[in-house]
């Protein structure tokens, strides 16, 4: 299986302030990378699909970079309501595997 | 607007059985694969498989074999995972999510169905 190893594994950071998440694929993951921000006893949302490629109605400060086995999730301008948890898949091999989130919360 | 709607929390016997389901709507239900997905806090998030909702062809991750079942009711634009053979560790949030191609993602997911295995 393919192994995503995600850092850090919390993040505090200060409103306005920009922030970065990696995750680093085990193999060569070809961009089939999606983040996702999981809030508080709900579901997942789809940020970012195809490594950079922003999913419709999510705000312009989130960007995603990255190719082979490096990837990141950059959030331009921390707001109240990004705190909550952070997480990658990978979608080039099965099983499709997860990295083990990032918290992040407000300083 | 696209909804996926799962069943109501379940308390489960050790060695029993249960089926949750995941009802979709707001979009034409055949053209989307449904997968299923494991959260827990220790273990975060696990695939367990997905379904052709077409077919009704299955895909299991090797460590779900045996764990989950899939199955699809067109007429109803729905969505099941049987779990048998329950242990404590079984205990989790369970998630539906639609699959997206070629790059393999999920644009929406249920609200999870917690799943608790106690005697």
């Known amino acids: 299986d393919i192994q995503m190893t995600q850092s850090p594994a919390s993040l505090s950071a200060s409103l306005g302030e920009t922030i970065s998440i990696e995750c680093r694929a085990s193999e060569d993951i070809y961009s089939n990378l999606a983040w996702y921000q999981q809030k508080s006893g709900k579901s997942p949302q789809l940020l970012i699909y195809a490594a950079n490629r922003l999913q419709d109605g999510v705000p312009s400060r989130f960007s995603g970079s990255g190719s082979g086995t490096q990837y990141s999730l950059k959030i331009s301008g921390m707001q109240p309501e990004d705190e909550g948890d952070y997480f990658c898949?990978?979608?080039?091999?099965?099983?499709?595997?997860f990295g083990s989130g990032t918290k992040l919360e407000i300083k | 607007q696209v909804q996926l709607q799962q069943s109501g929390a379940e308390l489960a016997k050790p060695g029993s059985s249960v089926k949750i389901s995941c009802k979709a709507s707001?979009?034409?239900?055949?053209?989307?694969?449904i997968s299923w997905i494991k959260q827990t806090t220790g273990q975060g998030l696990e695939y367990i498989g997905y379904i052709n909702t077409g077919s009704g062809g299955t895909y299991y991750n090797e460590k779900f074999k045996g764990k989950a079942t899939l199955t699809v009711d067109k007429s109803s634009s729905t969505a099941f995972m049987q779990l048998s053979s329950l242990t404590p560790e079984d205990t989790a949030v369970y998630y539906c999510a639609r699959n997206r191609y070629p790059r393999w993602y999920f644009d929406f997911w249920g609200p999870g169905t917690m799943v608790t295995v106690s005697s």
């Open positions: 898949l990978q979608g080039s091999k099965f099983p499709l595997t």
């Open positions: 707001g979009y034409t239900f055949t053209s989307y694969d």
